[in-house]
């Protein structure tokens, strides 16, 4: 139900034929087996103190033994101190719901995007939800999109209370709830544009009616009502990114009069793209076979709903950019070079990147910082040097629009763009970290009392950004540019019109 964007990324290992699928599916595999245990599902079931701490220790060891980035953002004292203290007040039985709620601001100590603790499917199951879609921008809440079957409910208003609660106070209690990279802020605002159903159907409540205080563009207070919805779309995550998504998830256009090149690559995951009937290295090679025979001198490559996907695809726009031998990745880091001994609780039975021959010793700094290990080379082809399109390689002006909703593949991208200095960024601060993600292989560990799973990424990515000064924040535009709520019911692209301004503006200068 609540899970990352960063769910979505794939790597192949370069020796093996290794799938790596995201969360969300893993969940579903897990799912099965233990739905089958869970039959007559009581939600108001109290689990005992013994239960709950067996399932408490389990996560704690888990992150500890298995996650590469705890202790990136988060330092080892604060961590047990926090968890020492969760555990001294694990007292009483508790419901399932309850004992996520008691352990989500944990999981949120990592910093992670990618760490997610997930209810059981028997849970998500569950009850109605609150039927709109929000969109928070600065700092205010608005209607954005309308479930419900009352089409009356006016979109773009400004939501100040639900059922007598300020907004912000609602959302002051569901941040801490989620975890993001480092202290970018903006995905966890991203996330509760895409889930606010679920976090305030598990944090808040669940009435069967929700009453809305609002205030118009004249600032006029309007008060409406609208019923909980069982609209199955509603438990989803990605609805937005699904309603957002074109058909065509990779577009390419161009306008003669300003030479430019337009390339919309809406998402890196293939099965995305596969079923927009569309291929990833065709798409590129055909883009810029255009760009070099219709001399296109400005290309613009929009991944503002980019939610990450495919290393290889990151790695392969990349090369088609810039014209000289790179590197991708600075280093990948595992947390052992030992077999896990918890794997009976996950969705596998023998994890290859912890195998100590694809792993070097820990070396000084690694050993200072973390205990990591890195990983080989061998391991993975991103780890080795990067070479360009010789033939294909564009050299004329890049612009990049980015967003909250970019991430993961598309944020490694985006830091390596960053470093060389090969583009303008135009737009909001990325969803994901600057510096690097944690992901790769995941692990879904489905704690044995409570059902709840947790996902944990087993696999450090790290890209340092050079001379970027916000390494524990997203990339954040040279250009900043957001759209205001009438821009976004009206349809009024104001990031992309900012690109062409200054293109056009270029061009005038030129003349």
């Known amino acids: 139900m609540i899970h990352t964007k960063l769910s979505k990324v794939i790597v192949p290992a370069k020796q093996w034929v290794i799938t790596i699928l995201g969360s969300w599916i893993l969940l579903w595999v897990t799912s099965g087996a233990i739905e089958a245990q869970n039959t007559g599902y009581d939600v108001d079931h109290k689990y005992t103190v013994q239960e709950l701490k067996e399932d408490f220790n389990l996560v704690r060891r888990v992150l500890k033994e298995a996650h590469p980035g705890l202790f990136w953002y988060t330092t080892p004292q604060v961590f047990e101190q926090k968890f020492d203290s969760a555990y001294a007040r694990l007292n009483h039985p508790m419901t399932e719901i309850e004992f996520y709620r008691f352990l989500s601001p944990l999981i949120a100590l990592a910093n992670c995007g990618h760490t997610v603790l997930d209810p059981s499917l028997d849970y998500q199951d569950q009850g109605k939800r609150f039927p709109i879609d929000l969109k928070f921008i600065k700092d205010k809440v608005y209607l954005l999109y309308n479930y419900s079957s009352d089409k009356t ?78 609209d199955p779309s509603l438990k989803q995550y990605h609805k937005r990114a699904k309603l957002e998504m074109r058909t065509n998830p990779l577009q390419y256009a161009e306008i003669d009069s300003l030479q430019t090149a337009i390339m919309t690559i809406n998402s890196f995951y293939p099965n995305d793209i596969k079923q927009g009937g569309q291929r990833f290295g065709r798409y590129l090679r055909r883009s810029f076979k255009k760009i070099h025979k219709h001399t296109i001198k400005n290309l613009i490559i929009d991944l503002r709903i980019n939610g990450g996907g495919e290393m290889l695809y990151a790695n ?186 200054r293109i056009m503006q270029d061009k005038l200068k030129q003349d």
Request: proline share 5%; net charge negative.
């Open 153 to 230: 409910l006016k979109m773009g208003l400004e939501l100040l209370e639900i059922n007598g609660q300020p907004i912000k106070k609602i959302v002051h209690q569901l941040l801490p709830m989620i975890g993001s990279d480092g202290q970018n802020e903006i995905f966890k605002y991203s996330t509760l544009e895409e889930d606010f159903q679920n976090y305030y159907e598990i944090f808040i409540g669940k009435p069967d009616t929700f009453a809305l205080k609002c205030r118009n563009t004249e600032g006029e207070i309007l008060q409406m009502k609208v019923a909980a919805s069982d």
């Open 316 to 501: 392969d726009l990349f090369s088609y950019l810039y014209n000289e031998p790179y590197m991708f990745l600075d280093r990948i880091e595992v947390a052992t070079n030992k077999p896990l001994d918890f794997l009976k609780y996950t969705n596998w039975d023998k994890i290859d990147v912890h195998d100590s021959k694809y792993v070097d010793a820990q070396d000084t700094l690694a050993k200072e910082e973390e205990g990591n290990f890195t990983v080989k080379p061998s391991f993975y082809d991103f780890l080795e040097v990067q070479f360009p399109r010789r033939k294909r390689v564009f050299e004329g002006k890049v612009y990049i629009l980015i967003g909250r909703k970019s991430y993961s593949a598309t944020c490694l991208f985006s830091s390596l763009m960053y470093s060389t200095e090969r583009a303008t960024f135009i737009g909001e601060e990325t969803g994901g970290g600057a510096q690097g993600l944690n992901g790769g292989t995941f692990l879904d560990v489905t704690l044995p009392h409570t059902y709840l799973t947790l996902v944990v990424p087993l696999e450090k990515w790290v890209k340092i950004p050079q001379n970027y000064p916000y390494l524990k924040r997203g990339i954040i535009p040279q250009v900043q540019v957001a759209p205001s709520i009438q821009d976004l019911m009206q349809g009024n692209d104001v990031v992309m019109k900012e690109a062409l301004k």
